[in-house]
C-alpha cells in the first residue's frame, strides 16, 4: 500500500500575535493592514488635492491667499471656536499620516522576512537580469518616493508654516512667503523634485488602494488605472505650476497693481479706520 | 512549423541539499530540436550527465501539460519562462533562439527551501489549503449534478479560480514573496458558490492569515499574475481584501450568526 511519510515543512517565518479584541485585530493582519494604509492613503490624498486646488488662489493675488488661509481657520466658527476645526482637521491629516507610514514601514519589513534578498526597489533574488513583466517604475519605487515625501513634507511644513527657513517669513503673509521661498532655483528645485515624487506614489497608490479595499466591479474596473493617472497628473501639473511660476515671474510682487501681502492689508485696514 | 535544431549554453543552478552551498553550472547543449519541451531539453541534458557519470540535475515534473503544477523553475529570470499562460512543462524551445544562454534556477522565498537543485519546498501552499480550502459535506450518494443552481457567471469566475494548478510561479516572480494569488485564487474558486457560503468566514479567516504566517505582504505590482501559468486574474486578490475585512467582523459574532 502506498503510504505518504509525515515530514516537517519549512517554518513560518512569522510568528501569529495574540489575538488584539476587534477592531484592533485587523490591523494586526498585513491584509487588514493594507486596508488601514489604503483608507489613511485616501484620507492623504483628499488632503493633498485639495492644498493644490487652495493653492490656485497664488495666481489671484496676495489679498485673495490671504483671505482663503483666514477662511481656513475660519471654519465651522458659527458653531465651535475658531480653529478648532482646522485643528480637527490637522490631527486627523497626522494620525493617517502616522498610521501610513507605519503600516508602510512594518509591511515591507514583513516582505523582506518573506525574501531576504528583497532590496528596495527590486528583485535581487535571481541571477539572470531580471525584467519586470508588470511592475512599473512608480510601484517599485513607492519605499524610495514614500520617504522622500516624508522628508519633503517636514522641509515644506518648516519652511512656509513655520518660517524656520528664511529671515523674511512673515507670519499671516503667505503669498510673500512663497514668492521669497520659491524664488530660490535651489528651493524651487526641491518642490519640484519632490511633487514629481508626490505623483509616482499617488499613481500606484490611488490603484493600488483600489484592490486593497477590495473595490472591484466590473463597471469601473478598466478606468482604476486611468483615475489613478489623471489623479497623479492634474496633482503634479497643478502643483509644479507654482515654483515654475514664480521662477518665471508670473507670480510676484512686482506683478501686482495694488501693494501686496500683509503690508497691503495693513495699509487697507488703516484706510477703513481713517474714513 | 519547420523543425530547427538549437545549440544553446545552459546556466543552472546546481545545489546538494537544503544546506549545502549552491553553484552556477554551464553546460552546452547541441542540436536541440525547437519541437522539443524545455522539460525535454532538460532530460537530454540528464542522459548526458548520467552517461559522463555526473549527478543529473533534479528538476520536478509529473503531468507534463500544465495541470498538475508540479513542474516549475526560473527561466532566464521568469517564472515558467518567457511565454504567458504557460507552464514550465508547455515551454517548448521554439521560444528560444539558436546560440542563446538559458539561466535556470529555482523558485525562490523563505518559505520555499531548496531540497535540491531546482526542486523547493512547497509545502506552505499545502498548510494554507488545510486552513480552509474545503467544503465540508456530509457524504451519500451523489447528488444530481443541476441540485443546486449556479448561475453561469458564477461558474465561470469559481472555475478561473479553480484553474490554479498551485506550482507557486506567483510567489517565485513576486518582489515581496506574496502568496496572494494563490490564496485568493483557492479562497474564491469556493467562496462565489453556492457550496461554499457555510464556512465562508471562517475560511476567509483563516486561510488568509495561515499565507500570512509563511509569505510577504501584497504591493499590488501584478508580477505574479504576468507569471501565473493559469492566467488568475488580480480581481481574485481584491475579493479576498474585501472578504476578509467582512469575516473579521462576521467572525467575532456568535457561531451560526455570520
Ligand atoms: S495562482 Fe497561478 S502562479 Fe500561483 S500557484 Fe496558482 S497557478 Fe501557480
Ligand atoms: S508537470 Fe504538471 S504542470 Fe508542469
Known amino acids: 500500500m502506498a503510504q505518504t511519510m509525515p ?3 519549512p517554518n513560518p517565518v512569522r510568528k501569529r500575535p495574540k489575538q488584539l479584541p476587534f477592531p484592533l485585530n485587523v490591523y494586526q493582519s498585513a491584509v487588514g493592514r493594507k486596508w488601514v494604509m489604503a483608507v489613511s492613503g485616501l484620507v492623504l490624498l483628499g488632503f493633498v488635492v485639495t492644498h493644490m ?9 496676495p ?8 477662511t481656513l481657520r475660519d471654519l465651522g466658527v458659527h ?5 478648532w476645526m482646522l485643528w480637527g482637521i490637522r490631527i486627523l491629516l497626522i494620525a493617517a499620516f502616522v498610521v501610513h507610514v507605519h503600516s508602510a514601514y512594518s509591511l515591507a519589513a514583513m516582505s523582506r522576512k518573506a525574501n531576504p534578498s528583497s532590496s528596495l526597489d527590486s528583485n535581487k533574488r535571481y541571477a539572470s537580469s531580471q525584467d519586470y513583466a508588470a511592475a512599473n517604475y512608480a510601484s517599485r519605487t513607492m519605499r524610495w518616493t514614500g520617504p522622500i515625501v516624508l522628508l519633503y513634507l517636514f522641509f515644506h511644513l518648516a519652511d512656509l508654516t513655520w518660517g524656520w527657513l528664511s529671515d523674511d517669513w512673515t507670519r499671516g503673509d503667505p503669498y510673500n512667503n512663497v514668492v521669497i521661498s520659491m524664488g530660490n532655483i535651489g528651493v524651487a528645485i526641491i518642490y519640484i523634485v519632490a511633487n514629481v515624487a508626490l505623483a509616482l506614489h499617488i499613481y500606484h497608490g490611488a490603484w493600488s488602494m483600489f484592490q486593497s479595499l477590495g473595490v472591484n466591479n466590473p463597471k469601473i474596473n478598466n478606468y482604476r488605472r486611468h483615475i489613478a493617472g489623471g489623479l497623479a497628473g492634474l496633482i503634479l501639473i497643478g502643483n509644479l505650476s507654482f515654483p515654475i511660476a514664480v521662477q518665471a515671474g508670473l507670480i510676484d510682487q512686482d506683478n501686482c497693481e495694488a501693494p501686496c501681502g500683509i503690508t497691503a492689508e495693513l495699509e487697507h485696514e488703516g484706510e477703513e479706520a481713517a474714513q | 512549423m519547420s523543425e530547427e535544431t538549437l545549440n544553446l549554453t545552459l546556466k543552472v543552478w546546481r545545489q546538494e541539499g537544503p544546506n549545502a552551498k549552491g553553484r552556477f553550472e554551464t553546460y552546452q547543449l ?5 519541437h522539443m519541451s524545455f522539460l525535454e531539453m532538460m532530460d537530454v541534458l540528464n542522459e548526458q550527465l548520467i552517461a559522463k557519470g555526473e549527478v543529473p540535475v533534479e528538476i520536478e515534473s509529473d503531468c507534463r501539460e500544465g495541470i498538475c503544477g508540479t513542474c516549475g523553475c526560473m527561466i532566464n529570470g521568469r517564472a515558467h519562462g518567457p511565454e504567458k499562460a504557460t507552464a514550465t512543462c508547455q515551454l517548448h524551445m521554439r521560444s528560444f533562439s539558436d546560440g542563446d544562454t538559458i539561466v535556470v534556477e529555482p523558485f525562490l522565498a ?4 531548496i531540497i535540491k537543485d531546482l526542486a523547493v519546498d512547497r509545502a506552505p501552499l499545502d498548510r494554507i489549503i488545510e486552513a480552509g480550502g474545503y467544503i465540508s459535506i456530509s457524504t451519500g450518494s451523489a447528488p444530481d449534478a443541476n441540485l443546486i443552481p449556479v448561475p453561469k457567471d458564477t461558474a465561470d469566475a469559481a472555475f478561473d479560480g479553480a484553474a ?3 506550482c507557486g510561479a506567483c510567489v517565485a516572480a513576486c518582489p515581496n ?7 485568493s485564487a483557492k479562497i474564491q474558486h469556493l467562496n462565489l458558490l453556492p457550496q461554499g457560503q457555510a464556512e465562508r468566514w471562517a475560511r476567509t479567516e483563516s486561510m488568509v492569515e495561515t499565507m500570512e504566517d509563511y509569505f510577504g505582504s501584497c504591493t499590488n505590482h501584478g508580477e505574479c499574475h504576468e507569471a501565473c501559468p493559469k492566467e488568475i486574474p488580480l480581481d481574485f486578490i481584491a475579493y479576498t481584501n474585501r472578504d476578509y475585512m467582512k469575516s473579521k467582523r462576521k467572525n467575532r459574532k456568535l457561531q451560526g450568526q455570520a
Not at chain 1, 486646488?53 to 493675488?61: A, K, Q, T, V, W
Open chain 1, 7 to 9: 515530514r516537517p515543512g
Open chain 1, 63 to 70: 489679498l485673495e491667499v490671504r483671505e482663503y488661509a483666514e
Open chain 1, 79 to 83: 458653531v465651535i471656536p475658531r480653529t
Open chain 1, 53 to 61: 486646488i487652495g493653492n490656485l488662489h497664488l495666481y489671484e493675488g
Open chain 2, 30 to 34: 547541441s542540436d536541440i530540436s525547437t
Open chain 2, 110 to 113: 523563505s518559505s520555499f527551501p
Open chain 2, 177 to 183: 514573496s506574496a502568496g496572494q494569488l494563490f490564496t
Open chain 2, 164 to 166: 490554479c494548478i498551485g
